[in-house]
Structure formats: structure tokens, C-alpha cells
């Protein structure tokens, strides 16, 4: 993977000087626990029922009353990572391999803190008070700049050690917890802390050396999440924040609080689909088609798309429509396509869909699966394309007594990664998400979803023919008769006729306020007129907000960039797809469209049909639901009564 323009190189000597005490650290040192429980600490039990254990002695002397009393222990990492294996008395691969990886984690982790150090300044503040003439005045932020070199040296070792490990990892996954024995007094009483609770890990879940593996990985996600929160509020950790290292040995960029990961793909087994054998939907695959090839501009020198920075990105959408209209024959034709043109430009592509297996019981473990499945197509260094099929199961609609603590954890989870406050969308990745009944998604989830694709299928005489035609195969004689295959599928035609078709609104609730705001203000020729009409759908859906008029010039920008990038720039990579970011993005500029009213007016209506259809099936349920229920207690009441009078 190619190196980010803006990473300060980390030189092969300075991790080096810190491999001795790496080693040191990881063949023994002493740690009384401050704030994690030792393994073999337990609770002293009551002498008997009622009667509780003696209180212990209380000290009254100042500071020694919050002293921890836990003993010392000897911390020996490689001791406890050789007996992982039962009593093998030579060490397998995966345990040297988890080895090297701690003991370089752990170099790395202090070659980076030193770096900062003297960056920030800590280094003097340091060597002033070694000898003595640290100024008073000075001591706030000399402990506020030793707090924060812990949380660096926590963090790279974290995010060292995930990122060594992640090619040896294998489908055995273990759960370690929170993280407790996070210490911020210096970098090496953090690591300390650390290594103290990695020993503590081991010795609970490693009996093999697949555990092994899965235990250290899991135990280093865990202590990155922990640091990374942390990190949120305390001070002095701009410099680290807004500065990059590259490690060109291990392939690893280190990038303030943001984990690395291996740019690896994921194997599709999925059955692709070409476009022509995708019958109907046409602006659904005309949009998918374009969206693929958006994807293939992200420049992964500046981690950024020009799609994403010009406005014409689509981050989520949703796919809607009945069931058998062709909803994963829509996911498969997209992620063939994607997967074609990063075969192409030897670019890792990375599927994954959130499905029902990711529910479960456990709780909180249904939003870390969702947690996963978002980091997993996010990340950087990849092209991701990530679907929620039959999200309506999935994702728990908030105040609907049937939806299930998992699901509303997946919920919680989807709506703070697609726009929550930390989202940034660089234009590496895509989420779609499809449902037969949208309406049963919650409100805000739903809004989430930049572009909306209506699945409705084969339409047309044209398109059931062709579709009878595709579907049979060719193990027949019959003739196929007066009728031009696949004609009816042109793809450019047929999206402007149904982007016109969006010149009046599809819904009959949409049409009513469509009709009056026209008749009172005239033709929508105007942004002010414009915005009468979107006030008017407010005041017709209370549900219509401001992430709704967000959705629709989003739309708006894509429309402005209505063209496909030419197929001969995805089969010959050097054409676009290689040129530097300011090249692409000058290339695309070339091609945008000038926005039209007309344009705006389609926009607005096909995101308000779908909102109105949406809420009209939500409300018809909600009624129907409501009917039967109270014919229930009708039936119940003339029971009830009947059984008295007997």
C-alpha cells in the first residue's frame, strides 16, 4: 500500500535503541495492580449466613487510607506465553510470532512517545527534573505532558500489535472485557499497567495457541478503544493527533488515533451479476453503476475521494421495494462490478453484509458485531462496500416494544457511523441498505440514508419479456418471436425517462401539497419557491427535517455529476484510476453538470415520495395493528362477560 503524502518516516534506529527494554519489559518486571483485580484475587467470604467478615484496618494517616495493599507480582510474558500450549516444552511458531510482534509493538510504542516528547517539549521538562530545577510553575504541565505521553505509548502499542497480528489471526475469537489497569502516570508505568492485565488475558483464555493469537488481538482492540475514549478529553495531544509516522518494514502507518489495518480483501463467493441480467430498475442500477466506479477514484496517497470532496458522494443508501423485485440481484451486480474493476487496478475490495447471525444475546455484543462490520468497511486502506439486507429485522425501530435489546443496539450503532458526530466519509466505501417494508425501520435510521433507490423491478411489457427470456436459459427451442432482448434495458434511456417521470410527484398525499403550493406561488422556478414547497411537505410529514433537504441536495450534487466514468478508465488503470488526487479531481470537475431547477424539483420529489410512501405503510400498519386489537378486546370482553353470567 502506498505510503500517505503527510507521514514523518519512524527510522529503523530509533525503534531499534528501544528493542532492549522491550525485551526486558517482556521477560519480568514487578506490578502491584492499582486499578485491575489479579486473577487469583477473590472476595474473602462471610463467616457465616448474616454475619459478614471483620472490616479491615482502616488507616486514619493522610494518603495511606486510598494506598492499595495488593502484593507485587512478577510479570513474565514469555514464560506465560510458552506455557499457553500445555506444557509443550518448545515454542510453536504462533508464540514466537505473538512474541516478536509484542516486543516490536512495545519499541515502536516508545520510539513514537519519545518522538513526541520532544516535539512537545516533555523531553526538557524530563531532563529539568532529573536534576532538580524543574520550576513549580511548570509541574501542571509537566503532569499533564507525562499523562499524555502514557496515552500515545498505550495507543501505538495497541495499535501496533492489532496491526502485526492481523494476518495470523483465524476464525477462533476470544472476549476479553473491558480494559482496566489504564495508568497514566508515564509511558512505562502505562505499559506496565498493561502488560500486567495482557498477562492477566493470557493466562484466563490462551490454552491454545489459536486463542493465543485471539486473546492478544482482542486484548489490544480493547486497550485501543479504551485510549482513544480517553484521549477525547484530556489535554496536550494536538501534536499527536495531527501528526502521521510511517514504518516502512512493517508496512504500518501510525495516524494519531486511528487504528491500522492490514489492506486485505475479503474473498467473495457470491454469485455476480452483469447489468443487462438486472431487468427494471433503472435508476437503482444506474445508480449502483455509477457508484462503483465513484468508489474506484478514492486516492489512497490523501485517503480522500474527489467524488467526497466535490459533494457528489453517496455515503448510504436505501433500497426499498416489494419482495422478488430484485433487490440482491442489485447487491451481487454492485459488488461484481467493484470487485471487477479493483481485480483491475490491484486495489484490495473488502464485502461484508450485516445479517441476523450478528444479533445476539449477550448484551452489548450485538453493537460490537455492528461496531466490527462498520470498522471493517471503513477502513482506509481498502475499497469497501458493506450491505444490510432486510435491515427492517436487523435494526430495532426505538420505542417498538417487539424490537429486542440487540437489535436496538445495532440501531444505536448505524445511526452514530452513517452521520453521527464522529463520521468521516473519505470515500473509500459504501453502505447499502435494503428492506421490504421500510417502513418498519425507525425514523431516524431511515433519514440516515443519502440517496434513496426505489426496487420496483420489471415495469414494462419490454422488461417481462426480457426477463422471461433471461430466466429460461437456453435449454429450449422456442422462438423467441417480434422482440428486440435487452433493448428495453438502454440504460440512459430508460433513467431519463424515469427521472422525468419524477417531475410531478408519484404519492397522492406528495401530489395534494405539490398542487397547492403550486397553485398559490406559480411554477417552482425559484429557490424561494423552492423552499415554500419544502415547507409545505413539513407541514404535510412532521417527519420532513432538515436531514431530509440534506438528502436531497446531496442528490441534487449527484445528479451535477451525471455521467460515468468511461469503462476504459476501469480496464486501463493508468488512464484515471493512477494519476495523482488534483489529476482525478480535475478530470472529474471537466465532466460536472450545471444544476437545474428541474433537476431540484425531481430531486425533491422522488426523496419525498419515498418518505410519504414510507410513512403512509407505516401508519396503515399502525392502524390495522390498532383494529385488530381492539377487536380482541371486544372478543375478550364478550367472553368475560358471558363466562359471569353463566
Not at 487510607?65 to 507480582?73: C, D, H, L
Not at 401539497?513 to 411554477?523: D, K, L, S
Not at 414547497?533 to 410529514?541: F, P, S
Request: glycine letters at 8%.
Amino acid at each position: 500500500m502506498s505510503q500517505t503524502s503527510d507521514a514523518m518516516e519512524l527510522r529503523e534506529e530509533d525503534i531499534a535503541k528501544h528493542v532492549s527494554v522491550a525485551l526486558s519489559l517482556l521477560e519480568g518486571f514487578d506490578h502491584a495492580p492499582r486499578i485491575g483485580k489479579a486473577a487469583d484475587e477473590v472476595p474473602r467470604s462471610e463467616r457465616s449466613p448474616g454475619i459478614g467478615a471483620r472490616r479491615r484496618f482502616r488507616s486514619t494517616t493522610p494518603g495511606l487510607a486510598t494506598r492499595r495493599t495488593t502484593p507485587s507480582g512478577a510479570v513474565q510474558l514469555l514464560a506465560r506465553i510458552e506455557g499457553a500450549d500445555d506444557g509443550d516444552t518448545l515454542v510453536t511458531p504462533l508464540q514466537a510470532t505473538v512474541m516478536h510482534a509484542l516486543r516490536r509493538a512495545t519499541a515502536i510504542a516508545l520510539a513514537v512517545a519519545e518522538n513526541v516528547a520532544e516535539q512537545s517539549g516533555l523531553g526538557d521538562l524530563k531532563r529539568a527534573n532529573l536534576e532538580g530545577s524543574l520550576p513549580a510553575a511548570r509541574k501542571s504541565e509537566f503532569s499533564e505532558l507525562l499523562a499524555a505521553e502514557a496515552l500515545v505509548t498505550l495507543y501505538v502499542f495497541g495499535n501496533a500489535t492489532a496491526y502485526l497480528l492481523s494476518s495470523h489471526l483465524s476464525e477462533t475469537t476470544v472476549e476479553v472485557g473491558d480494559v482496566d489497569e489504564v495508568l497514566t502516570d508515564n509511558g512505562q508505568t502505562a505499559l506496565h499497567g498493561a502488560l500486567w492485565e495482557l498477562d492477566q488475558d493470557i493466562a484466563a483464555h490462551a490454552q491454545d495457541d489459536a486463542r493465543l493469537v485471539a486473546t492478544v488481538s482482542a486484548f489490544a482492540e480493547a486497550l485501543m478503544e479504551k485510549v482513544a475514549l480517553r484521549a477525547q478529553t484530556a489535554p496536550r495531544l494536538e501534536g499527536f493527533r495531527g501528526a502521521s509516522w510511517r514504518v516502512e518494514a512493517d508496512d504500518f502507518t501510525i495516524a494519531g488515533f486511528s487504528p491500522a489495518s492490514k489492506a486485505k480483501s475479503t474473498k467473495l463467493t457470491m454469485t455476480f451479476k452483469k447489468p443487462n441480467e438486472v431487468v427494471g430498475n433503472h435508476i437503482a442500477k444506474y445508480q449502483a453503476m455509477k457508484l462503483a466506479k465513484m468508489l474506484m477514484a478514492y486516492d489512497f496517497d490523501r485517503r480522500l475521494n474527489p467524488f467526497a470532496d466535490l459533494g457528489g458522494f453517496i455515503f448510504t443508501f436505501m433500497g426499498d421495494g416489494a419482495p422478488g423485485t430484485g433487490k440482491t440481484t442489485l447487491i451481487q451486480m454492485m459488488a461484481g462490478l467493484i470487485s471487477e474493476y479493483c481485480g483491475n487496478a490491484g486495489y484490495p475490495f473488502r464485502y461484508q453484509n450485516l445479517s441476523t447471525d450478528n444479533i445476539d444475546s449477550y448484551q452489548g455484543k450485538s453493537g460490537q458485531n455492528a461496531k466490527a462490520f462498520i470498522n471493517n468497511i471503513i477502513d482506509p486502506s481498502v475499497i469497501g462496500f458493506g450491505t444490510i439486507d432486510d435491515i427492517d429485522q436487523l435494526a430495532g425501530k426505538r420505542g417498538d416494544r417487539q424490537s429486542s435489546a440487540g437489535q436496538l443496539e445495532i440501531t444505536a450503532v448505524l445511526m452514530e457511523s452513517f452521520a453521527g458526530a464522529n463520521t468521516v466519509v473519505r470515500g473509500n466505501c459504501t453502505f447499502g441498505m435494503f428492506s421490504n417494508y421500510p417502513e418498519n425501520v425507525d425514523d431516524a435510521l431511515r433519514q440516515r440514508a443519502g440517496a434513496r433507490f426505489l426496487v420496483d423491478g420489471p415495469q414494462t411489457r419490454e422488461d417481462y419479456v426480457d426477463i422471461l427470456f433471461l430466466l429460461m436459459g437456453k435449454n429450449h427451442d422456442i422462438p423467441l418471436g417480434d422482440h428486440n432482448v435487452f433493448e428495453a434495458q438502454a440504460i440512459k434511456k430508460a433513467v431519463a425517462a424515469s427521472f422525468e417521470s419524477h417531475s410531478r410527484p408519484h404519492e397522492a398525499g406528495l401530489l395534494r401539497v405539490y398542487e397547492a403550493v403550486r397553485g398559490e406561488i406559480g411554477e417552482l422556478d425559484t429557490i424561494n419557491k423552492l423552499g415554500t414547497y419544502l415547507k409545505g411537505i413539513r407541514e404535510a410529514d412532521e417527519r420532513f427535517t432538515g436531514r431530509a433537504i440534506k438528502n436531497i441536495t446531496d442528490a441534487v450534487k449527484v445528479r451535477a455529476m451525471d455521467f460515468e466514468l468511461p469503462d476504459e478508465w476501469m480496464e486501463n488503470p493508468d488512464l484515471f484510476l493512477f494519476k495523482g488526487y488534483d489529476a482525478k479531481k480535475a478530470m472529474i470537475e471537466d465532466m460536472r453538470q450545471p444544476i437545474t431547477v428541474e433537476m431540484v424539483i425531481q430531486e425533491i420529489n422522488r426523496y419525498a415520495d419515498s418518505e410519504f410512501r414510507y410513512a403512509d405503510k407505516s401508519d396503515e400498519v399502525a392502524i390495522e395493528n390498532a383494529v385488530r386489537e381492539m377487536g380482541r378486546m371486544e372478543e375478550a370482553k364478550k367472553r368475560y362477560l358471558g363466562g359471569r353470567e353463566g
